[in-house]
């Protein structure tokens, strides 16, 4: 939709299939070669003249995010969960809560319950969470937060994201 309004359009998505260049693209492209080769040390570099360690998705986030920096508008795939995710230093427009699964147990919790928590911490105070509505209700139990149902999925009310910001 962006593209062919002539924007220019970002995605950020984890894990790839058959090149680490499918993870950051613009209008549909693969960051090339060259923009990783030229980036990825940069970041290498920042991180250590700032004695910052990071992981791979931490340098992968931060190579996607150097890459973006004329884009219009950008779509960020967080990593195993929402609340200590390296995109969430992004404020969005909306949050997507797509599923809620036993993946990733042993960094994420062991319950669908705790799951829910770590996935809800993408949730910022303003802005609108879209999900199936099974997952909304998940997380609006398990985060003390109200739900409103809008048909095709559901949004969480903004003043309802009070309770989160103290956990």
Same mark, same amino acid.
């Given at each position: ?7 220019? @359009? ?11 260049? #499918? ?6 492209? =693969? ?14 570099? =920042? ?10 998705? #931490?340098? !992968? ?8 920096? @004329?884009? @219009? ?7 195993? /969960?929402?609340? =200590? ?7 969005? !427009? ?6 809620? /699964?036993?993946?990733? !147990?042993?960094?994420?919790? #062991?319950?669908? #319950? ?30 003390? =937060?109200?739900?409103?149902?809008? /048909?095709? /999925? ?7 994201? !009070? ?5």
């Amino acid at each position: 939709m962006y593209q062919a309004a002539g924007y220019r @359009d970002g995605l950020f998505v984890s894990p790839h299939v058959s090149s680490f260049r #499918e993870r950051i693209q613009i209008r549909g492209e =693969l960051i090339s070669e060259e923009a990783v080769i030229a980036g990825l040390p940069m970041i290498v570099d =920042l991180c250590a003249a700032h004695k910052l360690p990071a992981t791979f998705f #931490e340098l !992968t986030t931060a190579l996607a995010f150097h890459h973006f920096r @004329d884009a @219009d508008a950008v779509a960020l795939e967080v990593g195993l /969960g929402g609340r =200590l995710d390296a995109t969430n230093v992004v404020t969005p !427009t909306v949050s997507v809560i797509c599923s809620i /699964g036993l993946d990733h !147990t042993r960094i994420l919790g #062991e319950t669908v #319950e705790e799951i829910a928590m770590e996935k809800a911490g993408i949730m910022k105070r303003g802005i609108p969470v879209r999900t199936v509505d099974v997952m909304v209700r998940l997380c609006a139990r398990v985060c003390g =937060l109200g739900w409103r149902g809008t /048909g095709r /999925g559901s949004l969480f009310k903004e003043h309802d994201l !009070t309770s989160l910001q103290a956990k």
